[in-house]
């Protein structure tokens, strides 16, 4: 970068910090929106740098693609032209006009999100746009992905929508500045049915996390997408809402690329969805992103390309792709987006296309972890659920409950929570019940029985025999394993294990607060030696396990005497 050029992002840097102060300070009057201040002031500016004496407000109002947005500009125009002149005595021309294109994905004081530079390279790449293509963005926020688009790609027609006003305001004065033109338009994307646009190339970063119930009365408005979720629970994830109003929308031979939650690629109450999209060959293909793509949002994210006539699935784990921005975000620069496309394209250790059959048998999951074989992988081996007599949960006992229910005196009774076991033993000392109804007692530990978190980081441990009776809570599960098949010590040496812990969090779903469920529990596949060799291993961890407690105790006992080094001391 040049000096010039670090001189001009310093200060548009500077210009951007000033913006955002005056928003917030209690004097300014205008509380629409953060972009839509940054964007209307600075391009009020421009105008009146052009000219000093122009009359603003009939410069907008003569201006065809901007008159209808009149009553917008008005409150700038009356309120803050003493602010905008102290702007322009301020600031070059060249820094106040790239202040109403620029955008930094990583400051989050901003109310609209863009998709980041990375993203929008893979998704185009996908959608493989042609001069004769109609574009649609679904979600289109403040235009990010539309210019980004028509800078590598000139189409027919181009389509923004979004349900924001401030968003379609701020797409629209970028659009007449950058002399682009684009039809941006306020919509509902769930409500309106928008294939009458004739878009044969679609994209949508829509918003995530949202509740199926909040949007029933929509989709009751929107015939076509009601028939595909009149039967659907109220658990299913909001997100396929707008992966199937893209869907809807798109022309016959189109394509379609969108960003979703990882939730959705697995949750069970949407796999009627799945199996429909997968079913009709609209499903080409699912990458799993790396975590923080998404600034200011924690949920992993999967990017599904859809098209036409698809016999397999293309599934990519691209987790590990990536380049570190900051504590909390990952980007995708140009050598991990040309990564990503290769492995997409080719079969890999990453990599590979799925039959409808074997998705089908995995529950017409689409997370790409499921299909894909990783180095250290247990290849010869025992599902867990074939050695165990049972998987028990833990107690449905709330925190309220179990300190109702808690002894200060010693009872028969005592309960493990999760804070109870780390670095793979159990604290001695555990909390006592002063009583247990009957219908918690499936919940007490079995002898050799091993526990497990049901939330990653995952902690286990083998309990060995009991004295007394011990009743494990709600965030844990209890194996009772068979014992004519196979020692527990063998199969808690193999769950602590670097590989058995790798197959847990592959194994494991969600996208906040990861879990495993029982069922995916019992598809751990347990290696298996001839009984002598496994013998062996199991002794030998018990062993290294009774090291390890002895080492905790000599541990705490090493800290309690250095706490007490002055105790005497007067």
């Keep these: 970068m040049t000096t010039r050029e670090d001189k001009k992002g310093s200060e548009l840097r500077q210009l951007m910090g000033v913006l955002q102060e005056d928003y917030v300070s209690p004097e300014n009057e205008i509380k629409n929106g953060m972009d839509e201040f940054i964007v209307a002031t600075s391009f009020l500016a421009t105008l009146k740098f052009k000219n000093r004496k122009v009359d603003l407000e009939k410069e907008i109002m003569s201006t065809e693609a901007l008159s209808d947005l009149g009553p917008i500009f008005k409150p700038y125009i009356d309120k803050k032209m003493g602010f905008i002149d102290r702007l322009l005595e301020d600031y070059d021309i060249d820094v106040l006009e790239t202040a109403i294109v620029f955008d930094d994905i990583y400051n989050n004081r901003t109310d609209l999100s863009p998709t980041p530079r990375g993203i929008t390279e893979l998704a185009l790449h996908f959608l493989k746009l042609e001069e004769e293509d109609v574009l649609l963005d679904l979600g289109s ?43 941006f338009n306020q919509g509902n994307i769930i409500t309106n049915d928008y294939s009458e646009l004739g878009a044969n190339k679609i994209f949508s970063n829509f918003p995530m996390g949202l509740r199926y119930r909040d949007s029933i009365s929509f989709v009751e408005e929107n015939p076509k997408l009601h028939r595909y979720l009149k039967n659907a629970p109220m658990t299913i994830t909001h997100d396929w809402l707008f992966v199937l109003a893209g869907v809807l929308a798109m022309a016959p031979g189109g394509r379609f690329v969108c960003l979703m939650g990882k939730g959705g690629t697995w949750n069970a109450a949407d796999r009627q969805i799945r199996e429909t999209l997968v079913e009709k060959g609209l499903v080409e293909g699912v990458i799993e992103l790396p975590s923080g793509m998404l600034p200011g949002m924690s949920l992993k994210a999967s990017m599904l390309i859809l098209s036409e006539g698809n016999r397999k699935v293309r599934m990519l784990d691209a987790r590990k792709i990536y380049t570190r921005a900051g504590w909390f975000y990952s980007l995708l620069k140009q050598e991990n987006v040309a990564r990503i496309i290769e492995l997409y394209e080719k079969d890999s250790r990453l990599s590979r296309s799925v039959g409808f059959g074997e998705i089908a048998d995995n529950d017409y999951e689409l997370s790409p972890s499921r299909y894909i074989e990783y180095e250290g992988d247990i290849k010869e081996g025992t599902p867990l659920g074939e050695l165990v007599k049972d998987i028990h949960r833990g107690a449905p006992l709330s925190s309220k409950e179990l300190s109702e229910l808690a002894s200060k005196e010693p009872t028969q009774y005592r309960y493990v929570l999760l804070q109870n076991i780390n670095d793979g033993l159990m604290d001695e000392t555990l909390p006592y019940l002063e009583e247990l109804e009957e219908k918690y007692h499936r919940y007490l530990l079995k002898d050799n029985s091993i526990v497990i978190s049901r939330n990653a980081p995952f902690k286990i441990y083998g309990v060995g025999s009991l004295e007394g009776e011990i009743l494990a809570t709600g965030n844990l599960f209890f194996l009772e394993l068979d014992e004519s098949k196979v020692a527990p010590a063998y199969v808690e040496a193999f769950l602590q294990s670097d590989r058995g812990l790798i197959q847990l969090e592959r194994l494991s779903k969600g996208t906040g607060i990861v879990t495993i469920n029982i069922g995916d529990l019992k598809e751990v596949m347990i290696p298996r030696l001839s009984e002598e060799e496994e013998r062996d291993i199991a002794q030998k961890y018990e062993k290294d ?26």
Excluded: W
């Design 545 to 570: 396990k009774m090291k390890q407690r002895m080492l905790r105790k000599q541990l705490t006992s090493i800290l309690e005497e250095k706490a007490g080094l002055f105790r005497e001391v007067k």
């Design 141 to 183: 926020g403040k235009g990010n992905f539309i210019f980004d688009a028509l800078r590598i790609q000139e189409v027919s027609k181009v389509y923004g929508i979004d349900i924001n006003p401030e968003a379609i305001f701020t797409s629209r004065v970028r659009a007449y500045f950058l002399g682009r033109e684009i039809h």
